[in-house]
């Protein structure tokens, strides 16, 4: 026992945790302060006046009073995002390239756990399930989600990618987008087949949509209620427990070494005795999993999925991949949370903040602006180099 | 039976017929030079060896093994080392990092020990530098690093392209120093060079390669005195 603890590298396994702290606190406070700082500024102008006639409170309150429940759901998006944006790094960091079918196979990963609950659900034994096995079930479909969508994500190479890899750069990249077409396709017709339904309902069970209050506090005439519901715990929680492994994975274990090697070089990789394609494979594996668990959690935060479900946190997860520095890791995590964030605070103070003018329908606009302005300062993204780099 | 055959090995790339029947032996115990001008398949015969090119036509028989089917990292655990041509330093794995993906296919952390303190002692500045990522290395650095990785797998082939490129002569001196140790220990080897003089001086029995055709082989004493090798690759006339 004592040997195999020391065997584990300590070190790997906080080192993310703490880069997640670091970013999600970050973002936070940077974002926090520049809506705190515009509402004071707004507060004597109309924008203010009109928030005041409508509700009775100044725009700086507001703005406060709904801060922490914005950080929140930011974080849990960002999450999300964070786990889908590594598919697309992992893979672009060994051979620089862009698997647009990733987004497809984050809906199947979706459509697996959520046709495993509803078909647990028509049984009847969803709703009388203890607390526990509520999470065991969940668990299951979680797992169930993220065995299809590595075992996808591995054939989708196998037999769309690999045959290209002399061809040009632009070959392969079409090949993707036509996968990506023809699984959304195979999703519609088998639920149109099987189901006769274009939308999915993740069905209602345990504790998920419970909300834990923290507590409240009183600030001036202001009282904000801090509150979580258990999805988001639950995200949060899944999304972490995956990034660190990955984390440890790739920095800390022989395996992890190898895909870095494969990254940097691919033909004195295999001088090495390593199987190039083998790695290749377990990369689009590893992609995949974290996808399918991602297409899961988000069912379960936003209940509702369709053909088309991969398409929006597909490309969110890709800009936040190129935002952070596509090919690295860390870069996919920052990028995740601070393009989660930005949408959210967006989408929850654009409204007020132009009396209406602008609602939350335009966050896309305004976080792909911000998107375009750290690019042309920072093209290689925010982070910058690659997959191959110890993260 | 000889420990490295290949018998009319043609390899191609696209278009490029780059070897034209290349036939050659390295016997156990050996010190053998692939010698020729840039661009003769030097580098191609390696790579053809190694199953990183897959010949079109011909035979490569490794260890009493038909290997010229099998993908490179199959070949390297029967045996066959090869450090290529520019060195092949990952270069964001630290000096360390690179010496234990040498050792990928070895499962014996006792072993992978051993070997990397030989990989000391034959260049002590390696050590100094393991913390370090390997772009970072000088060249003369990197090139240690390429030898003392590819001795990691303990192969009983060694096969070197080039490792005297852009080095000082001081280290072009320890280099072929550390090829001839090697040899005493017990490794076969297989030394592709420019330098055909350093490589010649080393060297047990040699080739001269020449737009992917061997033109000249024998023993290295006698490659040294013939008229056309000295006109040609020592610089003479
Ligand atoms: N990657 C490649 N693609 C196309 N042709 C190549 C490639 N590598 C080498 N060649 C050609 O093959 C021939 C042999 O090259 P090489 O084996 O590298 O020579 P050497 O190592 O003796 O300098 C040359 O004509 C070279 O131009
Ligand atoms: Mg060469």
Known sequence: MKHFLSAINVRELLRPLGQLLLFSLGSAVVLSAIVLTLALVLDQTTVGQHLHGRYNVSLYTYTLVNLPQVVIDGLTIGFVYAAIALGYTMVYGVLEFINFAHSEIFAVGAFVGVEILIALDNTGILRGASLGMAYAYLIFAIVMGMAAAGALAVTVERIAYRPLRGAPRLVPLISAIGVSFLLQDVIRLVEGLTTGQFNRIMPTFGNFDQRLNLGRFALGEANIALGISVKSIIVITSAVLMLVGLNYLVNATRIGKAIRAVAQDRPTASLMGINVNRIISLTFLVGGLLGGAAGVLYALKFTRIDAFVGFFPGLKAFTAAVLGGIGNLTGALLGGIVLGMLETFAGSYLGVFTMGAAGSEYKDIFAFSILIIVLIFRPQGLMGENVGQKA | ?237
């Open chain 2, 1 to 237: 039976m000889s420990l490295l055959s290949l018998t009319d090995v043609h390899s191609y790339y696209g278009h490029i017929h780059a070897l034209k029947g290349v036939s050659l032996t390295v016997e156990q115990g050996e010190i053998v030079t692939l010698i020729g001008s840039n661009g003769a398949g030097k580098s191609t015969t390696l790579r053809t060896i190694s199953g990183m090119m897959r010949p079109r036509q011909g035979q490569i028989q490794f260890a009493g093994r038909e290997i010229s089917r099998m993908e490179p990292h199959a070949v390297v655990l029967d045996g066959l080392g090869h450090v290529p041509e520019g060195r092949g330093i990952f270069p964001k794995l630290t000096v360390r990092e690179n010496l234990e993906m040498g050792a990928f296919t070895v499962n014996d952390p006792v072993a992978v020990r051993e070997r990397m303190d030989y990989g000391f002692e034959l260049f002590p500045r390696l050590k100094e530098r393991l913390g370090q990522y390997g772009g970072t290395l000088s060249g003369g650095e990197q090139q240690m690093l390429a030898i003392a990785r590819g001795l990691m797998m303990n192969p009983s082939l060694l096969m070197l392209d080039e490792p005297s490129m852009g080095l000082a002569p001081v280290l072009v001196e320890l280099i072929f120093d550390i090829v001839k140790i090697l040899n005493d220990k017990g490794t076969t080897i297989l030394l592709v060079e420019q330098n055909a003089l350093m490589a010649l001086s080393v060297a047990h029995r040699g080739y001269v390669l020449q737009n992917g055709e061997i033109v000249v082989s024998d023993t290295a004493a006698n490659l040294r005195s013939n008229e056309s090798v000295q006109k040609a690759y020592l610089g003479m006339s």
